[in-house]
């Protein structure tokens, strides 16, 4: 399993005909949904294992909160942990999938949103990244309050934590950005 010539990622990022073979269906997959492959799966695809796991959680929280707040809360995720590669994916299908305003975008790095609702469960999943999980029972208030029941509760965790493991994986492995750059250290 080679990496790409000019890849700078300190784990492979494997070029699509040298994937294990258990990885290609769902490599075949997101292309189909994307029209490419981003480097995150490639990297991914290297444990078929884990990116079949990767992929199936997350076609099942797509069944949860709306998009826009799952992007929200992927922003703030990735902005609290200073991973570029999230935050420029995040940025990327913030503006063009869910269609979530610039100044939007920057609130939401900011771990806040203009939509009350929405305002709560992003600064909700920026506390329990900060506190890795020690909230108060105001924060739980705060985010019943908005309008969030136990189970859309337990979904903003699931969403949160599905955005830590990226963000970690790209920050171990340092991967190439192959979206429009953007960096936690600048703005928000």
């Known amino acids: 399993m ?8 300190r784990l492979s990022i494997l070029a699509l005909d040298v994937a294990p073979e258990a990885s290609k269906p769902v490599l075949d997959a997101v292309h189909k949904q994307l029209g490419v ?4 799966y490639r990297l991914l695809a290297q444990s078929p294992t884990t990116l079949q796991g990767f992929t199936s959680n997350g076609a099942a929280l797509t069944k949860t909160l709306d998009v826009k707040t799952r992007e929200r809360i992927a922003l703030a995720v990735a902005q609290v942990n200073g991973c570029d590669y999230c935050l420029s994916a995040h940025t990327y299908l913030g503006l063009n999938l869910a269609r979530i305003s610039p100044e939007e975008i920057a609130l939401n790095r900011k771990g806040a949103s203009s939509d009350v609702k ?22 739980i208030k705060a985010v019943r309050d908005a309008g969030y029941s136990d189970c859309q509760i ?9 955005n830590v493991f990226t963000n970690l994986l790209n920050l171990v492995a340092e991967t190439d950005i192959d979206f429009p750059v953007v960096h936690a250290a600048e703005g928000a």
């Open 2 to 9: 080679t990496r790409n010539e000019n890849s700078m990622s």
């Open 154 to 162: 337990v979904e903003i965790v699931a969403v949160t934590a599905e």
């Open 118 to 139: 929405a305002n709560a469960a992003v600064q909700f999943a920026a506390k329990v990244v900060r506190e890795r999980g020690h909230v108060t029972d105001a924060d």
């Open 37 to 40: 492959v981003p480097n995150m």
